[in-house]
């Protein structure tokens, strides 16, 4: 079955292109609040590289195996591919991305993977491709027992993704309103509500595609005055891979020194909670409008990362074509490869002591690993390799 989101990513290249050259004649480049910065687009990018990457196993083994299974031994019905059949699982897709949705951001644990998706302070279309590694885990629930009613997994997978691919272009502060349309779609000024920091704005218009289910169940929100994006808490870094992992691990951590009853309140409990002897429930603050991680590295760094960035972009997408025809081996492989080159870059853009020698290192060892999957592969690693620490030594002298 040919991926929907893999076929989508030389348009996503192509529409950020747009949106930056839109921006740049507008003008909103600069500023206090522009429409794009560099370090912020290449951080989501990288969380949209990473949590493709480990997609390849969570969603092909996890998220599509267990389906398969729930579908071929638990299934009440067994509906035909037909195209009303198709239409009304893209609808009720849609329904259960909403309810998943809405319990990502009142479910600690959910919210914990889900983070990722709202840390950039920014609002583009780069930043609807800054996904979660666990998505495939926590929307899986929700999910099953549309297998159970029948859906087979073709139909089921491809309007998955298709629903993912329409969320791409709402993701723009360039689109203002639509008029009529957004009584039933999703559009860009819905979605910015939902960004929003603002505590009119948190926790409002959840939808996918269609905003109706936000009108039906009581959490819809017009535009009003623009969004402050990001998270309440804020979030420093460029590390894809931090940024996924932390704030599972703060979670936890969390958790563990509450102890008992409120340990398990923590975890199930809405991000706002607190217990009695921490003062209780704490209420959204306003936020102030100015950015609150806006990191200036070497420019030769910030460039190097970015064709890095666009590499990897490209390998990625070459593996999701493949991947039928890759064994699990080279997928595992690739993968390693992948987040390690992403979480490489993260530590340069940051700055980290370590971050010199992880990348040198990931130039060594790169020709080796790409030779089990093909020699060839191993030949342009190499010479990528070898035009890549020359210009990290470049970039290095000259910071």
Request: proline letters at 8%.
């Amino acid at each position: 079955m040919l991926n929907p989101i893999a076929l989508s990513i030389p348009a996503f290249f192509l529409l950020i292109g747009a949106e930056l050259v839109w921006a740049w004649r507008a003008g909103r480049l600069r500023g206090e609040r522009p429409i794009y910065r560099p370090v912020d687009a290449i951080t989501d990018l990288s969380c949209g590289i990473s949590s493709q990457v480990t997609g390849l196993l969570l969603a092909a083994v996890v998220f599509a195996g267990v389906y398969t299974l729930a579908w071929s031994e638990l299934r009440l019905l067994t509906l035909p591919d037909s195209l009303p059949v198709w239409l009304g699982t893209f609808v009720l897709v849609d329904l259960v991305y909403y309810l998943w949705h809405r319990a990502s951001h009142r479910v600690n644990l959910l919210w914990a993977a889900h983070i990722v998706h709202h840390q950039s302070e920014d609002y583009n279309l780069a930043v609807a491709l800054r996904q979660a590694f666990f998505t495939p885990l926590t929307t899986l629930p929700f999910y099953i027992p549309i297998a159970l009613l029948g859906v087979s997994p073709l139909v089921f997978l491809t309007t998955v993704a298709l629903n993912t691919v329409y969320q791409f272009w709402i993701h723009t502060r360039l689109v203002g309103r639509l008029g009529p349309v957004e009584w039933v779609m999703n559009t860009p000024s819905h979605h910015r509500v939902h960004h929003g920091i603002n505590p009119e704005y948190i926790d409002r218009n959840h939808a996918g595609v269609f905003i109706v289910w936000d009108r039906l169940f009581g959490t819809f929100t017009p535009e009003g005055q623009e969004p402050v994006y990001g998270t309440v808490q804020g979030h420093h870094g460029a590390n894809a891979i931090a940024a996924n992992l932390q704030p599972v691990a703060d979670l936890f951590r969390l958790a563990a020194r509450r102890g008992g009853l409120d340990a398990v309140k923590t975890l199930i409990g809405p991000p706002e909670w607190r217990p009695a002897s921490e003062g209780g429930p704490q209420p959204v603050p306003v936020p102030n409008p100015g950015l609150r991680w806006d990191p200036h590295p070497p420019t030769p760094i910030v460039v190097y990362s970015g064709v890095w960035m666009l590499l990897a972009s490209l390998a990625l997408t070459i593996v999701l074509f493949a991947q039928a025809d890759l064994p699990l081996a080279h997928q595992g492989a690739l993968a390693f490869l992948l987040l390690w080159t992403v979480g490489a870059w993260g530590g340069l853009l940051d700055e980290r002591p370590w971050a010199v020698r992880a990348e040198a290192l990931r130039l060594l060892v790169l020709p080796m690993l790409l030779i089990g999957v093909d020699p060839r592969l191993a030949a342009v690693g190499a010479v990528l390799s070898l035009g890549s620490g020359l210009a990290l030594w470049r970039a290095r002298r000259a910071h």
